[in-house]
């Protein structure tokens, strides 16, 4: 199934394709650039995407002369060039277009008020006088900032939509047309929802002009008398008043805004791909979407949007307040059914500048064993002026101290998503989504049965994987109109599927049932989940329509497709997650360990497998390897693997092709293939350990020093106020224009000028005590940043003072930096000082040894004395190792050879074919990440949190300023196979 050639060096369409912000004034120069950053990264393509900061005007001439300009440095680079709908998100408004045509554009609500309103933007549509509520129609008015001073729109309004194409997409295809299909492949649409406004109260659901007579229409009663039953469980009616209110606002978002936008792009040849918004637990759908299955049918490429830095769950003891398993297994089910060969993935958004190169390698397995397979990482920035650089990090780009390494990431995830995207994934077991269920218990301002609704279904979506079952969702609406039985089998679209789960619900469509029970009649096996979590009001009783139906019976499950492949753990390790597809003469398997910190061991049995042979392929070297392994006497094939944390393998398994024993033994290899098999379960400890240590700092970037810290001028005092954060900081209404922020520097003075940087557009002259520095470039993080000399002359001991005369159009303080050869000691809670660098250090903690806010690549030297025993007789080969390491990457290097770079576990090098008998020299050159330049700086634990928005970066939760860790870790040196880290014995 897998070509040699094409996992080794996979084509640009298995790559990741990045979202790039365009948020600032663009320039063919700067663009030019960051495109070829991207392809020597190993990146396919990119989402030209306008966000926050841009200035050059957004669909007007100047943005599409960018845009041709992308078009050619992407065909001349290998690369493609995708478009973005929007002017942010959500998609739908074309940048303030739509909505100020008029009020029919603008978004719609239904609000319930204790009070009558007089404001135009209500329109009184009933009254319930028992419960004393009013309900009204609200218009969103024009002037939301987020909407550009426009607002949102109503998109269940199909001439809402119309403008939308006619604003954006017609305006595109009148530009660049002759590039659709090829090098712009496709469109991204971003967060299209119901709802996003609320009139002004959480108590709000959808609406949309004529809802009234359509819910007529379509149900044959008036909807207006029972408005109270969607906001109380009032009345006899309520749930089937929910019902047919969510199922036609349903419809309308799918048949007025996705599918006539799916058939504009697939006339053009053009992808319609992209994600909805809150499509990650039940609530959140109920919040702004009702139901985001159905749409998947009118996309081309359906996605999903993967927030934060967490999964499903993880040894952090939290759990994804984003994403879940049930946000990805909604997209890949209905790609399944619906025969959508790609599934995107927008994901890191929210994540975290610390978010490195091994977190992302991590996330981005746990996707691949779900099956998505096309990857849109979040977010390159254009600029990293003003609120860039708080835009949901991490930042994804040649900003990154650890960019010059992520091609490594990018080579690995193209080989793996190529190959899990061959032949078809076995998939025997369907979930019915308990979506509708939803729509009966929903009520805007009490969630707890929804909520209780989701985790049920989460914690089964876990027993399931766990237990190595995979499954699809199988959606009421798609069932209804692709689904079918045949020989036994629930099929749905072009899936196919031998058991059925029924999990916690309180409603199926009679639709569904009638299915279920022919299924059962034809042979099928349905199961429904017994495994209480919360209570839930009207749970259905599922014997009461399928007597047959069975408790759910994790071994009985098993038995419906007896042919797949097993992992067998040992009891009480982390589960193995697997994903198994079939194609001509051989499986595909991908195995995850998604344990951030758990060692897992176990056998894998493939059932036949001994009349063939195994396969591993080394989605970080391309390289391929046979692998040995045990036939059994009912014809299995046995592995034992052990996994590291974090570790993921994939195998390949080729029916026939002539396998032989070998030394008497029952493993079985590959007799066409050279060299030695290799063994999966491999955990030679090091013999000889000896701790590396005396490391100091042999050069690197420049360190730097943060100046977050202000005094704005007293105006009627004349002196100076307490010192607050630069965004805290009150400039708006000062008359003077005058701040300071003050520098200590150490007893010994500083040596050699440094630099201060600031923004563009806040600062109109620097004194530093009094003296005017020069504006020069500040050759750094960003082309724009200012650059100001400071002479060695103005650096002695003592406290300085940088005043700062703010432009007159400034409004807001940024942080500013120095940077230079120093070191930086803290001396308080908020308090730094300067002092002479010198190359002492603390390897396994360099921010308290001068460098708590560096970014950047630094070099740690020491030698080592090595007395030549080369370990023959172990058979083994001496390496170099790192435990515990504080750092994004590393490159090592011994004795003038450059090993290649690690960036994630394990962090071991073979350094045989260079050691030297005496004295040998050992640097690594480390990287690490934004996270203490940037931030956020005032917050505890910020790599807990699930995922931080930009408002974060502005809190202030602590009174000191905090800094995570960076440092080498201990550094040992043995002989031995391990890839395994070992502490000294």
Same mark, same amino acid.
């Given at each position: 199934?897998?070509?040699r050639?094409?996992f080794?060096h996979?084509?640009?369409?298995w ?7 365009w948020?600032?004034?663009l320039?063919?120069?700067r ?8 392809k ?7 989402f030209?995407?306008? @966000?926050?900061?841009?200035?050059? *005007? ?23 060039a995708?478009?973005?709908?929007e002017?942010?998100? /959500?998609?739908?408004?074309?940048g ?6 008029g009020?029919?554009?603008?978004a ?13 933007a209500?329109?009184l549509?009933?009254?319930d ?26 998109l269940m309004n199909p001439d809402?939509?119309?403008a939308?194409i ?5 305006v595109?295809?009148e ?5 659709f299909?090829?090098?712009?492949p ?8 119901l709802m996003?406004?609320?009139g ?5 659901l959808?609406?949309?002009e ?9 149900y044959g009663?008036d909807?207006? *008398?029972h ?24 419809e309308?978002?799918?048949n007025?805004?996705?599918?006539p936008i799916?058939?504009w792009?697939?006339a ?9 918004m809150?499509?990650?637990h039940?609530?959140?759908?109920m ?5 985001p ?18 999964i499903?769950? +993880?040894?952090?003891?939290?759990c994804a307040a ?10 890949? $089910?209905a790609?399944r059914?619906?025969?959508?060969? @790609?599934?995107l993935s ?7 500048q610390?978010?490195?190169l ?6 981005i397995d746990?996707?691949?064993?779900l099956?998505?397979?096309m990857?849109?990482p979040?977010l ?11 835009d949901?990090?991490p ?6 101290p ?8 990018h080579?690995?995830q193209?080989r793996?998503?190529?190959a899990?995207?061959?032949g ?5 077991l369907l979930?019915l989504?308990?979506?509708? +269920? ?15 609704l ?9 027993r399931?994987?766990d237990?190595?079952l ?10 209804a109109?692709?689904g ?5 089998q629930l ?7 031998k ?7 309180t ?15 034809e042979g099928?096996?349905i ?15 599922t014997? +009461?329509?399928? *007597?047959?139906?069975?408790?759910l019976?994790?071994e009985e499950?098993?038995l ?5 492949c097993?992992f067998?753990?040992?009891?009480g390790?982390?589960?193995?997650w697997?994903?198994?597809r ?22 894998? =049995?493939?059932p ?9 392929w ?5 390289e ?5 392994a ?14 590291r944390p974090?570790q993921?393998?994939?195998?390949e398994?080729k029916e ?11 493993e ?12 999966l379960n ?12 005396g ?8 360190n730097?020093?943060?100046l ?10 004349g ?13 708006a $209404?000062?008359?003077t224009r ?7 520097v150490?007893?010994?003075g500083l040596?050699?000028? !440094? ?9 109109h002259s620097?004194?530093?005590?009094g003296?005017?520095l020069?504006?020069?470039v500040?050759?750094?993080?960003? /082309?724009?940043?200012e ?10 001991p ?19 930096y ?19 660098w ?10 308290n ?7 950047? +690549?630094?070099?740690l030297r020491?030698?080592?004395h090595?007395?030549g025993d080369a ?5 083994s ?12 990457g590393?490159?090592?290097e ?5 090993a290649?770079?690690?960036v994630?576990? *394990?962090w071991?090098?073979?350094?045989t074919?260079?050691?030297?008998p ?6 690594f ?9 940037y ?7 910020d790599? =807990?949190?699930?995922y931080?928005? =930009? !408002?974060?970066?502005?809190e202030?939760?602590?009174h000191?300023?905090v ?8 550094v040992?040196m043995?002989?031995?196979l ?8």
């Open positions: 199934m897998i070509g050639s094409d080794q996979p084509h640009g369409e790559r990741p394709v990045i979202f790039w912000s948020n600032g004034m320039e063919k120069d663009l030019r650039r960051q495109i070829r950053q991207m020597e990264a190993g990146i396919g393509g990119f030209m995407h306008a @966000r926050a900061g841009i200035q050059t *005007p957004y669909l007007r001439r100047e943005w599409f002369g960018m845009v041709q300009f992308c078009l050619e440095e992407a065909r001349s680079n290998g690369m493609q995708w478009a973005y709908d002017y942010g998100w /959500p998609s739908g408004y074309a303030g277009e739509v909505p100020r045509l009020p029919a554009y603008r719609k609500a239904l609000v319930e008020l204790e009070h009558r309103e007089t404001d135009a209500y329109r549509l009933g009254h006088g028992q419960l004393g509520r009013y309900y009204y129609q609200w218009t969103a008015p024009l002037g939301n900032p987020r909407f550009l001073g426009a607002s949102g729109v109503d809402v939509v119309q939308f006619r604003h954006t997409h017609c595109y295809e530009h660049v047309g002759e590039a299909g090829t090098a712009i496709g469109i991204f649409s971003d967060e299209a929802c996003m406004e609320r002004g109260t959480g108590n709000a959808p609406w949309t004529g809802f009234q007579s359509r819910f007529q229409e379509a009663y909807l207006i *008398p408005l109270a039953s969607l906001f109380h469980s009032a009345g006899e009616r309520y749930r089937e008043i929910r019902y047919d209110y969510w199922r036609l606002m349903v309308l978002l799918v007025h805004y996705s599918k799916f058939e792009c697939g053009r040849g053009l992808a319609f791909t992209g994600h909805y809150g499509e990650d039940l609530t959140k759908i919040r702004y979407l009702g139901d299955m159905p749409h998947y049918e009118y996309m081309h490429i359906p996605g999903l949007d993967y927030l934060g830095r967490q499903h769950k +993880s040894d952090t003891e939290l984003g994403g879940t398993v049930m946000t990805v297994k909604q997209v890949t $089910s790609a059914q619906l025969n959508k060969p @790609r599934v927008e994901l890191f958004g929210g994540a975290g610390m978010f490195d091994r977190m992302q390698k991590w996330m746990w996707h691949l064993v099956g998505v397979n990857f849109t979040h390159l920035p254009y600029s990293m002026l003003g609120v860039a650089k708080r949901w990090p930042v994804i780009g040649p900003q990154q650890w960019w010059s390494h992520a091609g490594q990431l080579d690995y193209a793996v998503t190529y899990l995207s061959q078809e994934r076995q998939v025997p979930v989504h308990p979506m509708e +269920s939803a729509w009966e218990l929903y009520r805007p301002q009490e969630t707890a049965a929804v909520e209780a989701s985790d049920r279904l989460a914690e089964l979506c876990l399931l994987l237990a190595q995979d499954f699809d969702f199988g959606n009421e609406a798609i069932i109109r692709h079918r039985v045949e020989e036994g099929i749905v679209g072009s899936a196919a599927y058991g059925v789960v029924i999990p916690a619900c409603r199926l469509r009679p639709s569904t049932v009638q299915l279920l029970r022919q299924f059962h009649g099928g096996v199961w429904y989940d017994e495994w209480a979590c919360a209570p839930i009001p009207g749970l259905l009783e014997a +009461s329509f399928i *007597p047959a139906a069975r408790g019976d994790i499950l098993r419906v497709q007896p042919a797949l097993r067998y753990g040992k009891e390790d982390h589960p193995i697997l994903h198994e079939q194609g001509a003469g051989g499986k595909l398997l991908f195995l995850s360990n998604l344990s951030m910190s758990g060692q897992v061991r176990g056998e894998l =049995r493939i036949g497998g001994a009349r063939g042979e195994l396969y591993r080394d989605g970080e070297t391309g391929v390897s046979r692998v040995a045990t036939a059994g006497e009912d014809g299995a094939l046995s592995v034992r693997v052990s996994f974090r993921s393998l994939l195998l398994w026939g092709a002539g396998a032989e024993a070998v030394g008497g033994q029952e079985r290899i590959a007799a066409s293939h050279s060299g030695p098999a290799v063994r491999e955990e030679r400890t090091y013999g000889g350990i000896v701790e590396i240590g490391f100091n700092v042999a050069g690197g970037d420049d730097l020093l943060l977050d810290q202000f005094q704005c001028r007293d105006e009627e005092g002196g100076w106020l307490q010192p607050a954060c630069a965004q805290d900081t009150e400039i $209404s000062m008359r005058l701040v300071r922020t003050a520098v200590a150490s007893p010994e040596p050699a000028q !440094v630099r201060l940087i600031a923004e563009p557009g806040i600062c620097i004194r530093w005590d003296v005017m020069e504006r020069t500040a050759d750094w993080m960003d /082309p724009e940043y650059g100001y000399g400071v002479p060695a002359r103005l650096l002695g003592g406290i300085h003072y940088a005043e700062i005369e703010l432009r007159t159009e400034c409004r807001e303080l940024e942080n500013m120095l940077r230079g050869n120093f070191k930086v000691v803290r001396c308080g809670p908020k308090q730094f000082r300067l002092h002479p010198n190359g002492d250090c603390d390897p396994s903690d360099l921010v040894s001068g460098y708590p806010f560096f970014s950047g +690549s630094l070099s020491t030698e080592f090595w007395n370990g023959e007789e172990h058979g080969r001496w390496h170099i190792y790192c435990e515990k390491p504080q750092f994004a590393a490159v090592l011994i004795n003038g050879h450059a290649a770079a690690r994630w576990e *394990p071991a090098w073979d350094v074919d260079w050691l030297v005496g004295r040998n020299e050992l640097v050159h480390v990287v690490n990440t934004l996270r203490n330049v931030g956020p700086h005032y917050v505890p634990h790599e =807990r949190m699930p931080l928005r =930009r !408002v974060v970066f502005l202030q939760q602590h000191e300023l800094l995570q860790p960076f440092g080498l870790g201990k040992y043995g002989y031995g391990s890839d395994r880290n070992h502490k000294k014995e």
